[in-house]
């Protein structure tokens, strides 16, 4: 059994994952509550889901780009739990875990998260095999800076779209918006992510293991 923890943004998500089936999952926005919330909610779907802590094997943890304290909150607990229950843990950037929910396409693929200070987390994807495969490392944009990436592209955009980005990217006539239900980030695909790097041996070193966060002319994004 293994739990996947997300809290790369105000969109927090919990799954619980066996291989075979998401036996839960929860995903709800917070106001900034990660400290209040998460603890609790893991304590809920555990009970829900008719589990206590010591059935879990391990931990799945989305690893940012996002809000630099919103991460700490969640690499934080995912490391309590791993080091009293002595799990494994399995780091995952949070945005390959957009796009593993999207289907396989021709053009190119761009994931956005919300990032703080106005700016967006934006990783560009392209098909490779029978997965998405990230070219290069995310990076940070305003709204125009990622308008100015996409010009003339014929991609795809998922993920934390706000309503002003949405009317502003539908300008761009080559650019095809997932839905706001396509773009939701759901747990139990981290959840799939982390299980098969765990089975295949991948496992991260547990106080080492760090947040991805951006940078802009040497700061930090939060």
Same mark, same amino acid.
């Given at each position: 059994?293994?739990?996947?923890?997300?809290?790369?943004?105000?969109?927090?998500?919990?799954?619980?994952?066996?291989?075979?089936?998401?036996?839960?999952?929860?995903?709800?926005?917070?106001?900034?509550?990660?400290?209040?919330?998460?603890?609790?909610?893991?304590?809920?779907?555990?009970?829900?889901?008719?589990?206590?802590?010591?059935?879990?094997?391990?931990?799945?943890?989305?690893?940012?780009?996002?809000?630099?304290?919103?991460?700490?909150?969640?690499? &934080? =607990?995912?490391?309590?739990?791993?080091?009293? $229950?002595?799990? +494994?843990?399995? /780091?995952?950037?949070?945005?390959?875990? %957009? #796009?593993?929910?999207?289907?396989?396409?021709?053009?190119?693929?761009?994931?956005?998260?919300?990032?703080?200070?106005?700016?967006?987390?934006?990783?560009?994807?392209?098909?490779?095999?029978?997965?998405?495969?990230?070219?290069?490392?995310?990076?940070?944009?305003?709204?125009?800076?990622?308008?100015?990436?996409?010009?003339?592209?014929?991609?795809?955009?998922?993920?934390?779209?706000?309503?002003?980005?949405?009317? &502003? =990217?539908?300008?761009?006539?080559?650019?095809? $918006?997932?839905? +706001?239900?396509? /773009?939701?980030?759901?747990?139990?695909? %981290? #959840?799939?992510?982390?299980?098969?790097?765990?089975?295949?041996?991948?496992?991260?070193?547990?106080?080492?293991?760090?947040?991805?966060?951006?940078?802009?002319?040497?700061?930090?994004?939060?």
């Amino acid at each position: 059994m293994l739990m996947a923890v997300d809290t790369s943004t105000q969109m927090m998500g919990l799954a619980l994952y066996d291989g075979d089936r998401v036996l839960g999952e929860m995903v709800w926005q917070t106001r900034n509550h990660h400290t209040v919330e998460l603890a609790p909610a893991v304590d809920s779907l555990l009970k829900r889901c008719g589990l206590a802590s010591d059935a879990l094997s391990a931990l799945g943890v989305a690893l940012g780009p996002g809000s630099f304290t919103s991460l700490r909150i969640g690499l &934080a =607990l995912v490391k309590g739990m791993a080091l009293g $229950l002595h799990l +494994p843990v399995v /780091g995952v950037p949070t945005l390959d875990v %957009l #796009a593993a929910a999207q289907p396989l396409a021709r053009s190119p693929l761009v994931c956005v998260l919300q990032a703080g200070r106005s700016r967006m987390a934006v990783g560009w994807y392209t098909p490779g095999g029978a997965r998405w495969e990230a070219q290069g490392e995310a990076h940070g944009a305003t709204l125009a800076e990622l308008e100015a990436e996409l010009d003339e592209q014929t991609v795809t955009v998922c993920g934390e779209l706000t309503a002003e980005t949405r009317q &502003a =990217l539908r300008r761009h006539k080559q650019v095809t $918006l997932a839905s +706001p239900a396509q /773009g939701l980030r759901r747990p139990s695909y %981290l #959840a799939e992510l982390a299980w098969n790097r765990w089975q295949s041996g991948q496992t991260d070193e547990v106080v080492g293991l760090s947040p991805i966060y951006l940078h802009v002319a040497g700061v930090g994004l939060s």
